[in-house]
């Protein structure tokens, strides 16, 4: 019977500070931030490739293969081969000399995506040292 | 009190939407010209480097968000390597771009004092 009297208030106590917190505003916020991290926010998957610049003293060109992207087709120095050949060619060279620099020369008419393919074919091939010439 | 209980896992749900656009999401800084980054398979780290250099796919180039002429961006890129020699920089072309342009930029950035340059790619589309 005693024990009953002083639970009664704690409980409503309790229920009354809950009460007093308004829950609106803090939804508000909250969907405000939301919708800018939903609007600011991107999830392009970006990546990175090192270029650097042909005859900037990396080394003398002595031993360097061209490898050229031209509209119709690669070349390596100077002969047209397959994207397959090319990179088996390529990569006997690397094997027999890891340090063989790669000069690659875009041709005209080839856009920026054909580029990075064929860095990305050099690379795969374990091209370590791949110089841009203008 | 029936009001209170029932908003709760509405803003429970918010609260993990919130989280989620936090982690997972980069915040974008906005390019002045759209510029689509080609496609590659060589996995490099995102690049976070101070300069951004863009090339757009019609020779436009801007850099850090302003777009400028040749001669001032090299300008500015040189008076910065001056300051800080080993600020990377990054290099964002887009992918419809003339290759030759692009090596051409990546030309006069080296003389401007820019050693490497750091080009952004997207992994492929499956």
């Known amino acids: 019977m005693a024990s009953d009297v002083p639970v009664r208030p704690a409980r409503e106590g309790r229920r009354r500070r809950r009460a007093a917190i308004a829950l609106t505003p803090l939804i508000d916020v909250v969907f405000i931030l939301l919708v800018f991290f939903m609007l600011a926010s991107r999830f392009l998957d970006e990546r990175s490739l090192t270029l650097s610049a042909a005859g900037g003293g990396g080394g003398g060109m002595e031993g360097a293969m061209l490898l050229e992207v031209r509209a119709e087709g690669l070349r390596l120095s100077g002969e047209a081969l397959t994207p397959e050949a090319l990179a088996a060619r390529l990569e006997t060279r690397i094997a027999e000399r890891p340090e063989t620099r790669v000069i690659l020369q875009a041709g005209e008419g080839v856009d920026v995506q054909r580029t990075v393919a064929a860095i990305d074919l050099a690379a795969r091939a374990g091209v370590a040292r791949l110089a841009l010439a203008p | ?126």
């Open chain 2, 1 to 126: 009190m029936d009001g209170d209980a029932s908003v709760l896992p509405l803003i429970n749900v918010v609260f993990l939407l919130l989280v989620f656009f936090m982690v997972a999401g980069r915040l974008s800084d906005g390019d002045p010209f759209e510029v689509a980054p080609p496609e590659s398979r060589t996995e490099g780290p995102a690049p976070a480097a101070p300069m951004r250099v863009l090339l757009a796919a019609d020779g436009r180039l801007a850099l850090d968000g302003e777009v400028m002429e040749r001669e001032a961006l090299l300008a500015a890129v040189a008076a910065r390597l001056e300051a800080e020699p080993e600020a990377e920089l990054r290099v964002k072309a887009d992918g419809a771009a003339e290759g030759a342009a692009l090596a051409a930029l990546v030309a006069d950035l080296a003389a401007a004092g820019a050693r490497e340059a750091r080009l952004v790619t997207m992994a492929p589309r499956r």
